[in-house]
């Protein structure tokens, strides 16, 4: 008879070791700067939507409130992935402990199903503001408005929340995340007992860089697609600037 080898589930404090990319080391500190430069920008354009939008009582509308909105779902998303991994490209470090992986991953999904639902929600203000121009501001009220915003983020906390309630606590057998940021497939492929798993394989470092283009590319253009195109955002942010850098008399 041959011998099985069953493995056993771990015991917590789990710490988990993300793969992340195969780079040289030489590399690490040029791909640490690419990555600072593309959080510094999605930091800085979301930062500069959300405070003309916050200061400006005159963009206090529905449709910039919703681009408000959609601006802080960037930054949870780049926030969540972006610093650990530019830790990664210049220590080298890929050691994350088992709370901080679900808290990780329960950000980047919610994130992922966030920016669904907001972008929702925009498409049916612009659906009233087109059918029904003249009954616009009666439909799309302050309390409505408040409504659309939470019931577009409870959507996606409860659908996150469910998904991960289920999940977190399936015995796991190893701790190797094959990934370069935490999520819930990631980490249900470590599990003792089988799950489905419908992966389509590539090579491994163009699989991760797909999936990375898809929370670091969105938040930095977003801010350009749906804010700074807007006329009246674009001048509202440059007389908020202009009052800064105005000399005092």
Not at 66 to 91: E, K, Q, S, Y
Not at 111 to 118: K, M, N
Not at 170 to 180: A, K, R, S, V, Y
């Amino acid at each position: 008879m041959e011998n099985v080898t069953v493995a056993m589930p771990l015991k917590q404090p789990i710490v988990f070791e993300v793969e992340g990319f195969h780079v040289p080391e030489d590399q690490g500190p040029l791909l640490f700067f690419l990555a600072l430069l593309n959080y510094t920008v999605v930091l800085l354009a979301n930062g500069v939507v959300l405070g003309a939008i916050v200061l400006d009582r005159a963009l206090h509308r529905p449709m910039y409130v919703m681009i408000c909105n959609l601006a802080a779902c960037d930054l949870l998303g780049a926030t969540a992935v972006l610093p650990r991994l530019m830790l990664h490209f210049l220590t080298g470090h890929k050691r994350i402990p088992y709370a901080l992986a679900i808290a990780q991953g329960f950000s980047v999904h919610t994130y992922g199903v966030a920016v669904q639902t907001i972008l929702a929600v925009m498409a049916y203000d612009r659906l009233i503001a087109v059918c029904e121009p003249l009954r616009y501001q009666a439909i799309m009220t302050p309390a409505r408005l408040l409504s659309c915003c939470v019931l577009a983020w409870l959507a996606a906390l409860l659908c996150i929340g469910v998904l991960f309630g289920l999940n977190v606590g399936t015995p796991l057998c190893g701790n190797i995340i094959q990934h370069i940021f935490c999520s819930n497939r990631s980490i249900l492929n470590l599990a003792c007992s089988p799950t489905p798993i419908n992966n389509i394989y590539v090579s491994k470092n163009l699989k991760k860089f797909f999936g990375i283009m898809l929370i670091i590319v969105p938040p930095a253009v977003n801010p350009i697609i749906y804010g700074l195109v807007s006329k009246e955002l674009r001048s509202s942010i440059i007389r908020l600037f202009s009052k800064q850098i105005k000399p005092k008399e």
